[in-house]
Every structure is written in C-alpha cells, then in structure tokens.
C-alpha cells in the first residue's frame, strides 16, 4: 500500500509515506527526526509492516484447487498492541501464518526502533499506522463488498494484485515461489496436521532469526535451516522440521555432514556431493531458543561440526541437549 522513506530537510531527517492516489502517486510527511540514525530502523520496520499487511489482501489463496481470499485478522495489529497476540496462534495455512509471524517481528523492531523518541514522533506513526489500516479496509470493502469510499485527495488507492508496496527481492516470503512451496508443503494433510506443521514453522523461523550467524540459510524445500559457517573444513549442519503427511509419526531431525569432492583428483574441488556424518531424531519438538543456542555454538566454533561428526549413537552433540541416533559410519 505504501513505500516509506528517508530524506534530509532543514537538517533533520524526514520520513516520508508514497502512496497511490486518485490524483497519482502522491507522497506526504509522516514525522521529522533529528538523525538519519533514528529515522532509518523506522523507515526499514513501516515499510516491512506495509508489505506484510498489504500483500496477503493482494493475492489469492489457490490451496486445494480453490480461489479464496486470505484474512484479514491481520490487519488489528497494526492499531490494537492487544491483538499482536492472535498473530501468533493461528492455523490458517502456512503461508499465511509465516507473514502473520514476520509482521509480528516488525511491529516489535519498530517498538525498538521508536522505544527513545520523543512523544510527539511516536504520536505521529502511531497516526501512521491508524491510516495505513484504515485505508486498507476501506479499500477491501469496495472491492470485496461494493462500499462506496469517499473520493479525497488522501485517499490510499489499492489495486488488488499489485500492491504498492517494498517488498520485491528484499522479503522473500511474500514471493509467489515461497507461497507456492509452502502451499505443496501442506497438500492434502488435515487440520490437526496443519496445526502441527504451522507450530513447527514458528520455531523454525524463530531460530534462524533469532541466530546470529550470517551463513544460516532458511528453506522451504523442505522446512529446513541449514548452516555451513566459514573455516568448518567442509562441515555443515542441517535442522528439518517434519514432514506434515507423516502426522505425529515424524520427528525433528538435526544433521552433521561434510562434503565430498566428486572426483577426487580435482584439486579445486569443482564440484562436491553431501555426505551424512550422523542424525539426531529429537523426542519433541525443540525450543526456538535451543536452536538458537545450537547455531550460535556453530557460528562461534566452526571446528565443532567435524568433533560432533564422530559422535557416538547414545551420546549427546558436545555441549547441546541433542543426542545422536544414527550414525551412517556404523
């Protein structure tokens, strides 16, 4: 709906919302700080929250062959700190509850992000999102319903399909590539299952964000984070969420493997295949927090994966809760 950004004037930094309109594109002046400093995080979080509140209104839901439209429930949380909560128990589809999770984390970030300016700046975003939410609704009852919305000059146009929005390459959840993966992810499995694999996803994306590691990479084929940090000699590690089809027969897994050259001649190894070292089936799901700490170990000591990669059957990964269950050398 809107794209946010910085500018200097006057010497202050001014943050300023773009829109569509009906006389054109059309920009106004949300709040002035006193340095780029204060006014860039805000700037990153509002045009996070517009994306993640405005593209799921944007798109069809295709799950199971059907054209359906997505929620709206979304869209309290921009104006009522109360209903941030529901943001994080729901079970409408993956995809769907992915973004609800993502706007969570940046209504938090801009909370950060305003936690030390002054009352009349915070005043003015809060006026902010009151608008952005408020104009989205008003333009979903038109297209949805046939209201009539008054025609001003403030008017926020939204364009069902093409949301105004920042998003492109720079939040790939909100991509048709990710929305189509996670949809395949859930094909045909029950409501109790999608429950499961919605919870599962949430810690998933918690720990790898919550990470401090710049080589952790999260991917949806399958719901996996996987982490290959710099000087771990050819080492990886790999955490799977279930597999939803499998219901409460499957596990959360973490791996340890190493990579092997393909033609062993090759000095510069042009090409490698993985290699699994060992596996640890966990009883339960794992705390966002455990993963955390697990990835924040690797990041610090590279050079563990190849001591966790001997690991016995029975014994724990060193310094973790995790226990080894398989090992592929035996």
Known sequence: M?????????????????????????????TSLSSPDLAAPIVDAL????????????VFDHREGKVNEYPQRHLAALTDREA????????HSLWYEYVCLELHRALSDLDAATAAVPPPVLTAITVELETEARELRNALAEYSEGVDVPETDERR?????????????GMEMLGTEMREQLDRAEDGISS????RAVANLRVLVTAHAQCSSEQTAL????????????????YYLSV????????EAASWEIEIGHWESDDP????CGSATGSSDVRCELPGPPSADGLTRLLDEVERQPAILAKWAGTHVGASLDGTEFAVTHSYDD
């Open 2 to 30: 809107t794209i946010y950004s910085l500018h200097a004037n006057r010497g202050k930094s001014q943050i300023l919302a773009t829109f569509d309109s009906p006389k054109g594109v059309a920009s106004s002046t949300v």
């Open 240 to 247: 799977h969420t279930p597999e939803p089809r499998k219901g």
């Open 192 to 195: 109790e299952e999608r429950a």
């Open 157 to 169: 146009d939204w364009d069902f399909g093409h949301p105004f929005v920042a998003y492109d390459g």
């Open 47 to 58: 045009n996070r929250i517009s994306a993640l509140a405005t593209v799921p209104l944007s």
């Open 219 to 234: 991917d949806s084929r399958p719901l996996s984070i996987f982490s290959e940090p710099y000087d771990s000699d050819g």
């Open 265 to 268: 001649e090759d000095e510069d």
């Open 84 to 91: 941030r909560a529901d943001l994080l128990v729901g079970a």
